[in-house]
């Protein structure tokens, strides 16, 4: 069956501008988590739903980073004003419970240079 | 959350097994152990998870020492399509935030040698 798919898979951005990245999660998924990677780095968390509400936004950097789920399916990262250190891969990924034995299935990311 | 102790690099001959090991000696009653792996340019893949017991599926097997204060991740046939890096993590069965998340740390990267 279709995966988590995200879109674009790659983003150039110049220092400044705003970026979205959108992350189709798989259908039936109630939980959606975006984490970051920064190169040679693992992952790191930036915010959890379960279905429409934002439940743990703690990972976030900085209130220019902003995610909403607004009917509980496509989520969308937004990124203000764009720097140099949000140059990151970005993934989504979902799970289908909310319980910790649930597997979460990542996207493919979306990679992210700011120029 | 507690932490995990993975080396940084293993090396594998093609067809051999590999343990990769995980170090974890202050997790507590409930975490589970995870194990996911991250092929070059791909997101995180789920391969195996276990509480107690030992445990099979198809990717691999999951060796949990009796203390839990380790566990083995065994390949039992390397093939190319498994060098990637490997993380071993650790959830908390129930997370008073309400969240969930994957804490990942560097992992060990495997490279499989023809």
């Known amino acids: 069956g279709a995966g988590v798919s995200q879109s674009p898979r790659y983003k150039v951005a110049k220092r400044g501008q705003d970026v979205a990245l959108r992350c189709d999660p798989i259908?039936?998924?109630?939980?959606l988590f975006w984490y970051q990677q920064a190169l040679g780095q693992g992952p790191e968390f930036l915010t959890y739903?379960?279905?429409?509400?934002?439940?743990?936004k703690s990972g976030l950097p900085s209130d220019r980073f902003f995610a909403e789920r607004p009917e509980g399916s496509v989520s969308t990262l937004k990124i203000q004003r764009t720097q140099q250190e949000d140059s990151a891969v970005y993934l989504c990924?979902?799970?289908?419970?909310?319980?910790?034995?649930?597997?979460?299935?990542f996207g493919p990311g979306t990679r992210l240079t700011v120029t | 959350d507690a932490k995990t102790t993975q080396p940084n690099s293993m090396e594998s001959n093609e067809e051999e097994p590999v343990h990769l090991p995980c170090n974890h000696s202050?997790?507590?009653?409930?975490?589970?152990i995870h194990w996911y792996r991250q092929l070059p340019s791909q997101g995180p893949e789920y391969v195996i998870h276990?509480?107690?017991s030992n445990v099979n599926n198809r990717m691999a097997s999951l060796a949990i020492a009796e203390d839990r204060k380790s566990s083995t991740l065994i390949l039992h046939r390397a093939t190319l399509r498994d060098a990637a890096v490997y993380y071993c993590?650790?959830?908390?069965?129930?997370?008073?935030?309400?969240?969930?998340?994957?804490?990942f740390g560097k992992g060990t990267k495997l490279s499989v040698i023809p």
């Open positions: 276990g509480l107690t």
């Open positions: 993590i650790l959830r908390a069965a129930y997370s008073g935030a309400g969240s969930y998340q994957l804490t």
């Open positions: 739903f379960q279905n429409e509400a934002q439940l743990d």
């Open positions: 202050t997790i507590s009653g409930t975490d589970y």
């Open positions: 990924a979902s799970s289908l419970r909310t319980v910790s034995s649930y597997e979460q299935y």
């Open positions: 259908s039936g998924h109630v939980s």
